[in-house]
């Protein structure tokens, strides 16, 4: 009769126990997988997709647009460092990417990538606008020889940054604009300008709302078209660059025209359909 007891009493241990050891035993597994799973979390990446217009008309480089409405415009060269691309969430603040890249406009447009830390995004982020920076930052602008710190194919390096890197003692180049033109159709091309930006105080900062907040998450891809409006770089309502007469500035010998141009490049950068 004891016998039968105890083994009666065993048995009902052991249905008590066996379910709350499973039980124990998932829940432990599941927030080991969850805890896992997040710490393994791939980056967040944003691209941008980058486009020419000239007045709202999509172009590139090596096209002939009209200046002034009657004079064709050859443009030849377009090219810029974009550095560290950042995301605002609703509340107002801003999450960096570290990013650089340097924007070379061929025949082609042109793609920059960014990526967000997966912990700073893990549990989704609503952004309403991306920030970028026109230039190098002060911090590598200012290194001794800083080409050479870098990775040859690096934004920054000797090959990959090659043509963008004043030797005497003022740092990147941050934009270059180059183009001829012509006083009338049919006339050779020849009034060139050229805008060639550097130095820390003509460093901008682009700052595209977005029409409606989005959100996003770690391990997620969002793509943004942004164009860039070429004409707005020379003249605005505000402001005019006269290509004909006072049009090139490496920025030392012409500070004034070089800070013209970096604030009217400034406000021609925008969403895209």
Not at 233 to 260: K, W
């Amino acid at each position: 009769m004891c016998k039968y007891v105890q083994n009666n009493r065993q048995d009902y241990m052991k249905r008590i126990l066996i379910p709350n050891f499973i039980f124990t035993t998932l829940a432990f597994l599941f927030m080991v997988s969850l805890s896992s799973c997040w710490k393994n979390k791939n980056a967040t990446q944003i691209d941008l997709n980058l486009s020419l217009v000239w007045n709202g008309v999509a172009t590139s480089i090596g096209d002939t647009v009209l200046y002034q409405e009657t004079m064709p415009l050859r443009l030849e060269k377009f090219k810029c460092y974009i550095d560290n691309i950042s995301i605002r969430n609703i509340d107002g603040n801003w999450i960096s990417s570290g990013s650089i890249d340097l924007l070379e406009f061929l025949q082609t447009d042109e793609l920059t990538t960014a990526e967000f830390a997966a912990s700073e995004m893990k549990r989704g982020v609503e952004i309403d606008a991306i920030r970028f920076g026109i230039g190098v930052d002060p911090f590598y602008n200012l290194l001794d020889n800083a080409p050479i710190t870098f990775a040859n194919d690096h934004p920054l390096g000797t090959v990959g940054g090659a043509g963008m890197y004043w030797t005497w003692e003022t740092g990147y180049i941050f934009t270059k604009f180059e183009g001829k033109v012509a006083l009338s159709e049919g006339e050779a091309f020849t009034h060139p300008f050229a805008f060639h930006t550097g130095t820390d105080d003509l460093y901008r900062e682009v700052i595209i709302e977005l029409q409606e907040s989005v959100c996003i998450a770690a391990e997620e891809l969002h793509e943004f078209n942004i164009s860039i409006d070429l004409n707005s770089s020379i003249a605005s309502s505000e402001d005019e660059i006269d290509l004909l007469d006072n049009a090139v500035t490496h920025t030392l010998n012409n500070v004034e025209l070089a800070e013209r141009y970096v604030n009217l490049l400034d406000n021609a950068w925008m969403l895209a359909e």
